[in-house]
């Protein structure tokens, strides 16, 4: 959960703007108001919306999102805010990523398992999987292969539909 | 520019996307190749299978009990209460058929089957289409004339299922087991069952010689074979190896006519010096016969210290063996119950 950061300035286009704020909105936008003061009549307020996935670089107090520049009071306030960033974007797709290929690799080397067994001991491997052998009609090896395969096909396609979902918010350039 | 992982030892690019589909391909797996296998069938829990289990070969124990159980070398099924084969087939063909695939009957060319013809599942598994008539040699034991009318009906529905599938089978009689003895130097006097599970295991153990052998025979279209064999031969008892190979036609495990022997098959063991006296003995004893379409000797050699040494002779002949006895009571049965007629089968398998 980013926190809602005050007191910061913001440069973009040549202007700097004092007294904003920013806050996350839509999990992964940023959103900065700035309130600007006019020396005669009502001040006014300046919007910036940007993407989390536009961070660049940091500089000091300096966090550059895109082509705006946040300038908070502190490096240490500058760096707070880039692993808040951080742990919304790239930390958590990474984590998410690793998570699913974990999982997926453990499950792939089960069925690998399975197939060193065969290898090594195929009478035994067959009389343990001889009741769901009942349907074969050909040889039982090519059989329990020929269901491995499917097995192995199935997990590769789950693993990438996960994939697609856990990608599905991350901008197309860095995918 | 984008990110670009490289590989840390040869520095070239790694794309994790193609890596990730490249685990798609699996490795194969090969068919095992076994040295030979051999089928026990409803011989009984007793029988010795370490005497005949030499490197390489696996025997597999197909039996009746009290329940049904299946592990490495053996397929039990439980008994039903009929005592004839349709029952077993309807309950158990198509089980056993699968159950002998897995335990992988096809990974060797060399394939015995010792089995009581009169049991139920002698029937199942002749008639089962995991046994391959090509790389089969049965042995099967056939009963005596006071066996019962059930076990008569499916002796004699296992012959006739033998000789229409066209499997080669070496046919040991009831009064054979009965008559046979010898003297081993490990083992001692033996007789009946002990002597024959002692001839087996050269068989068993010349697997290679045999099953080519008999493949050979059956291209001549000899399929049916009588055992004979000379256990503990010594120079005091046979003036010398061609009277002991002489002798082996008087001992055959089936009543055959000399004149319609196409084809004999020799085993000898002995002690390596006497091998040039039996390949001398052999060629003599082979010229005694005329119309002989084929004939072997395999030496094997043979340790010990009083100098025996054991034939086993595997005889064949083509015409299909009869068995009256057999005949009689399963015509009998039949008549008062279709159900037995094995012709009924035909050749379809299950």
Redesign the interface.
């Given at each position: 959960m980013i926190s809602v950061y005050s007191g910061i300035s913001i440069k973009a286009g040549g202007k700097t703007y004092l007294a904003c704020s920013a806050e996350v909105i839509e999990s992964t936008r940023i959103r900065a108001v700035c309130r600007e003061r006019k020396r005669f009549g009502r001040g006014f307020e300046v919007v910036f919306e940007k993407s989390l996935w536009d961070l660049r670089v940091r500089e000091g107090r300096g966090v550059s999102i895109d082509d705006l520049e946040f300038i908070f009071g502190s490096e240490d306030e500058a760096c707070k805010f880039v692993n808040e960033i951080l742990s919304v974007t790239y930390n958590r797709v990474i984590g998410e990523i690793q998570k699913t290929v974990v999982e997926y690799l453990e499950r792939?080397s089960g069925?690998?398992g399975i197939?060193a067994r065969?290898?090594r001991s195929?009478?035994?491997t067959?009389?343990l999987f001889?009741e769901s052998?009942?349907e074969?009609q050909v040889?039982?090896?090519e059989c329990l292969?020929q269901r491995?395969?499917e097995e192995?096909?199935a997990l590769?396609k789950g693993?990438n539909e996960k994939l697609r979902a856990i990608l599905a918010d991350v901008p197309a350039?860095?995918q | 520019m984008g990110f670009v992982p490289r590989c840390g030892v040869c520095g070239s690019k790694i794309s994790y996307t193609l890596s990730v589909e490249e685990l798609l391909e699996i490795p194969s797996v090969e068919r095992p190749r076994e040295e030979a296998i051999f089928l026990l069938v409803d011989y009984g829990a007793g029988f010795p299978l370490q005497q005949i289990s030499p490197r390489g070969v696996y025997i597999l124990n197909i039996a009746l009990g009290d329940e049904d159980s299946l592990s490495e070398g053996l397929i039990m099924f439980r008994r039903l209460r009929s005592r004839l084969w349709p029952e077993y087939l309807r309950e158990y063909g198509d089980r056993l058929n699968r159950l002998l695939k897995i335990h992988g009957v096809d990974w060797s060319s060399n394939r015995f089957v010792l089995m009581g013809s009169s049991s139920p599942l002698a029937l199942l598994t002749s008639y089962s289409k995991a046994i391959d008539p090509l790389n089969t040699l049965l042995i099967t034991l056939i009963p005596g004339e006071n066996v019962s009318a059930p076990e008569a009906v499916n002796s004699y529905s296992t012959m006739w299922i033998i000789d229409r599938r066209g499997l080669s089978s070496l046919i040991v009689t009831e009064g054979f087991l009965d008559e046979i003895s010898g003297y081993s130097e490990e083992l001692g006097y033996i007789e009946g069952g002990d002597a024959l599970i002692y001839i087996i295991r050269y068989i068993v153990s010349s697997s290679k010689e045999i099953s080519r052998s008999v493949s050979e025979d059956r291209e001549l279209g000899i399929r049916y074979y009588g055992l004979a064999a000379v256990i503990g031969a010594y120079s005091t008892v046979f003036r010398d190896s061609s009277h002991a190979m002489k002798s082996l036609v008087y001992r055959v495990s089936i009543d055959i006519a000399m004149r319609s022997i196409q084809s004999i098959h020799i085993i000898a063991a002995a002690p390596r010096d006497m091998q040039g006296y039996i390949e001398t003995s052999y060629r003599e004893f082979i010229r005694g016969f005329g119309g002989l379409l084929n004939h072997t000797l395999s030496f094997v050699e043979k340790g010990g210290r009083l100098g025996t040494y054991d034939l086993v002779a595997i005889i064949g002949f083509r015409d299909r063996p009869e068995f009256e006895w057999l005949r009689k009571a399963y015509e009998s049965v039949r008549s008062g119950n279709p159900e037995v007629d094995v012709s009924l089968l035909g050749d379809q398998r299950v």
């Open positions: 792939r069925i690998l197939y065969l290898r195929p009478r035994s067959l009389l001889a052998l009942k074969c040889d039982p090896i292969l491995l395969r192995v096909k590769y693993f350039d860095i | -």
